[in-house]
């Protein structure tokens, strides 16, 4: 089946402007989180969503938001982007519950210059 | 302190060794636990999970858990070249932080041939 689809795979931003990132579960996969990953901070929880609910949200700025869709779909966006916000921004999803892990997709890898 | 602390690497171990990975936690409410891999320049790939005392086997993977010790462990058999990348170790917690995976700062390990 297929896997967690994120696009785009690339994206280079002006600062001051803002970008929306796409994330597509694995079918059936109704918990949808997002994360950010840089060098010096490693893996970052921004938010999780399921049932188009924000369930759990991480410590960043209120420049990141995101939404969550009826078919699971989620997007996360991020305004007056800054040199900081450079990152790979990782969606991952499963089924909901239980002990089984998240299924991180490919990534969209964002510059801000 | 960290929530969720691997051992520093690198880690450099022989083609045919054990390599010995290790993680502690902090909060004790952690349900369920999980070691990634990550290539470089490739999203974190889910290996094991496990969420009961003690161990759990799967082909050369080995996992180990004291909730008492709040200490995981993730043991590679008789490793190879291509296991060769960067190790994380995530936990994920109950109640309010259901759905948050918290992730240590990643160990690399280096399988020599």
């Not at chain 2, 932080?97 to 041939?113: A, C, E, N």
């Amino acid at each position: 089946k297929a896997g967690v689809t994120q696009t785009p795979r690339y994206l280079i931003k002006t600062r001051g402007q803002q970008v929306t990132l796409s994330c597509s579960p694995i079918s059936g996969h109704r918990s949808v989180s997002w994360y950010q990953q840089t060098p010096g901070q490693g893996l970052q929880f921004l938010f999780e969503y399921f049932s188009e609910t924000q369930r759990n949200k991480g410590n960043f700025p209120g420049r990141f938001s995101g939404r969550q869709f009826s078919n699971s779909r989620s997007e996360m966006n991020v305004s007056t982007l800054e040199l900081g916000d450079s990152a790979l921004y990782l969606c991952a999803s499963r089924f909901d519950r239980g002990p089984d892990g998240y299924t991180f997709g490919s990534g969209t890898r964002l510059t801000v210059v | 302190q960290k929530e969720v602390e691997q051992n520093s690497g690198p880690l450099s171990v022989p083609e045919g060794a054990i390599a010995s990975l290790n993680c502690t936690y902090s909060d004790r409410g952690s349900q369920s636990f999980f070691w990634y891999r990550q290539y470089s320049g490739k999203s974190p790939e889910l290996i094991m999970f496990i969420y009961s005392n003690g161990d759990k086997e799967d082909g050369r993977f080995t996992a180990q858990l004291n909730k008492a010790s709040q200490y995981v462990s993730l043991l590679i058999r008789d490793s190879q070249p291509s296991d060769s990348a960067t190790y994380l170790c995530a936990s994920i917690g109950g109640g309010t932080s259901y759905g948050k995976l918290t992730f240590g700062q990643g160990t690399i390990l280096t399988v020599h041939p």
